[in-house]
C-alpha cells in the first residue's frame, strides 16, 4: 500500500480529498466489476477507498490485485443492513483487518437473509404486475449473488412497469413500500457489534437519506454510538451544505467522526467515484484518523510504507 499524508481535520478548502470510503461492485448491486471500480478510481486521481459491497467482502480480493497495481490504498469494508426503530438502516464496516471474528458467520447470516428477503420482494413485486419476479431479478443480476433491491428495480424497468430505477424505490422499493422488507436483518447493535469484533470501525452510512426529522435523527446517532458506532457519513454524494452543517454540529455532540463517500453504484449516474460535495469546515476528525484505521493509512514517524 502506498504512503499516505491524509489531513487530520477539515478546513473546509474545497478541493477534492481523493477519498472514497462507499462504493459498491459486481460483487453485490453494483454494475462494475470490484477490478474496474479500482481503475476507475485510480482514473479519477483517487488515493484511498472502500469496497463497500452490501453484506459481504467477496470482491475484497480482486480489488485488492488490482489496488496494488494502480497504486490506491484500498480499505477492505462492507456495508450492512440492520434494523433500528422499524427503518432500514445502512452500517459501513471499515476493515482494516479484513472480515474475522463475529463478522464471519455474521455475513453468512446476512447471505441466507437475503436469499428469504428476495423470494419475500419477489411475491409481493408480482402483485403488482412482475411475473417470474425472482427470474427477472436474477437475470438482472448477472450472476448467484444474493439479490438486492436494485435487481428488482431494473427488472421493473425492464419489463416496462416503471420509467427508470429511481421511479422503481418510490412506487415499489423504497422505504414504507411493498418492497421494503426489512424483518430479516438484525438489529443495529448486533451488526455494529460483529465490526467491532472483526477490528473494524462502525459507520452509519448516509444518515441524512432516511427522510428522518432532526429529532429522530439524534435518537439514531444515539443509539449507534451507544451500540459502540465510531463514525458517520458526514458526506454521502451530494447534499445541502446547510444540512451537511448541522449534521456535523450532530457529530461532534456525541463524539462520533466523519466520514465520506459516494456510494457508487454504477456509471453514467450523477455519482461516480470520488463526486460528492466539499466538506465543511469543522472541529469532528476525519474517521481516518480512528488508531484502527490510522495505522493502516498514515505514514509512520519514521516514514516507512505501511502495509
Known amino acids: 500500500m502506498p504512503m499516505l499524508e491524509l489531513p487530520a481535520r477539515f478546513t473546509g478548502d474545497p478541493a477534492p480529498l481523493g477519498i472514497d470510503l462507499h462504493m459498491h461492485s459486481t460483487a453485490s448491486d453494483g454494475a462494475l466489476s470490484p477490478a474496474a471500480v ?22 475484497i480480493d480482486e480489488a485488492q490485485r488490482a489496488a496494488d497495481e494502480h497504486g490506491i490504498a484500498l480499505l477492505p469494508g462492507t456495508e450492512l443492513s440492520t434494523r433500528w426503530s422499524g427503518i432500514n438502516i445502512h452500517v459501513v464496516g471499515l476493515l482494516p483487518q479484513g472480515a474475522q ?58 419489463a416496462g412497469l416503471v420509467t427508470d430505477i429511481g421511479q422503481a424505490f418510490r412506487k415499489h422499493l423504497g422505504n414504507g413500500k411493498a418492497g421494503d422488507v426489512k424483518a430479516h436483518w438484525p438489529a443495529l447493535d448486533e451488526a455494529v457489534g460483529w465490526i467491532l469484533d472483526a477490528g473494524g470501525v462502525a459507520v452509519l452510512a448516509h444518515p441524512l437519506r432516511h427522510g428522518l426529522t432532526r429529532r429522530k435523527r439524534g435518537l439514531l446517532l444515539d443509539a449507534f454510538a ?82
Do not use: Y
Request: hydrophobic share 45%; net charge positive.
Open 101 to 158: 471474528g463475529a463478522l464471519v458467520p455474521g455475513l453468512e447470516t446476512q447471505a441466507e437473509a437475503r436469499e428469504r428477503r428476495a423470494e419475500v420482494i419477489a411475491a409481493r413485486l408480482e402483485k403488482v404486475g412482475l411475473a417470474d419476479a425472482l427470474a427477472r431479478a436474477r437475470e438482472q443480476a448477472g450472476s448467484s449473488r444474493p439479490l438486492g433491491r436494485p435487481d428488482f428495480a431494473r427488472a421493473l424497468v425492464a
Open 38 to 59: 479500482v481503475a476507475l478510481c485510480a482514473s479519477r486521481g483517487l488515493s484511498v477507498m472502500a469496497l463497500t459491497d452490501h453484506d459481504t467482502v467477496a470482491g
Open 226 to 307: 451507544a451500540a459502540g458506532g465510531q463514525a458517520a457519513e458526514l458526506i454521502s454524494g451530494f447534499q445541502n451544505p446547510d444540512v451537511t452543517r448541522d449534521l456535523a454540529r450532530q457529530l461532534d455532540e456525541r463524539g462520533l467522526l466523519a466520514s465520506l463517500g459516494s456510494d457508487f453504484h454504477f456509471p453514467g449516474g450523477h455519482l461516480a467515484p470520488g463526486s460528492m460535495s466539499a466538506v465543511p469546515r469543522t472541529a469532528v476528525p476525519p474517521v481516518w484518523t480512528h488508531p484502527r484505521l490510522a495505522s493502516r493509512l498514515q505514514p509512520s514517524r519514521s516514514q516507512c510504507p505501511v502495509l
